[in-house]
């Protein structure tokens, strides 16, 4: 549209329920899926419900699950922060493994991952709903609880794996790790 990329998502309006329920008493899933390298995780469908511009609801349908989006529930950023944090660590921990044998393909999988989940909780952190893990790293630099220079030293890490600096590569991410954690 106006040479814009638009997705138009058809989802199950029932399923979609289910989700919103599930993720406002705070339960998440996480699922692979093409084209979403960091995976699928079920808070999507709540943020695409809260962010979508509806074209047409006759029935309300869409503004009822809409109404369930706003605020943004406390036990679902809790669940994201708790899930993510752990997941950034262990994805660390796992790159710090693969240094010793400099699987750079490894060790730049679990960077992605780590980077991933700490975009995750920064959006939780913000309340804000992560839809799509393109740009979500830009986005989160520029949120009120951020990381210091996050962008920057995400730069780093990926020279680091290109230069095959893998000690390097796990200290910035320990780095951001140990900041997170501060932040809260």
């Known amino acids: 549209v106006d040479g814009r990329k638009v997705d138009l998502l058809y989802r199950d309006l029932d399923d979609v329920g289910r989700v919103i329920e599930a993720c406002r008493s705070g339960e998440i899933t996480m ?9 699928f995780c079920s808070a999507i469908w709540m943020g695409e419900v809260a962010l979508c511009r509806s074209l047409h609801d006759r ?3 869409l503004a009822a ?8 529930p406390k036990p ?4 994201l922060i708790q899930r993510f ?18 699987e750079q393909t490894h060790i730049a999988g679990c960077a992605y991952r780590a980077l991933a989940c700490i975009a995750q909780v920064l959006f939780a952190l913000n309340e804000r709903y992560l839809i799509n893990e393109k740009g979500a790293l830009q986005e ?22 290109g230069d095959r ?3 390097t ?16």
Do not use: C, M
């Not at 699922?31 to 995976?39: A, E, V």
């Not at 944090?85 to 400099?102: C, D, K, P």
């Not at 989160?140 to 794996?161: G, N, V």
């Open 59 to 61: 029935e309300g349908l």
């Open 31 to 39: 699922d692979y899926q093409p084209g979403h390298p960091h995976g």
């Open 85 to 102: 944090r752990w997941e950034s660590a262990f994805a660390i921990e796992n790159a710090e493994i693969a240094v010793a044998r400099a």
């Open 169 to 184: 590569t796990v200290g910035l991410l320990r780095a951001l790790d140990q900041d997170l954690k501060e932040l809260g």
């Open 140 to 161: 989160a630099a520029t949120f009120a609880q951020t990381l210091p220079d996050l962008l920057t030293r995400a730069a780093e890490i990926w020279r680091s794996i």
């Open 65 to 72: 699950l809409k109404a369930k989006s706003s605020p943004y």
């Open 165 to 167: 600096n893998y000690v």
């Open 76 to 79: 679902l950023g809790e669940a």
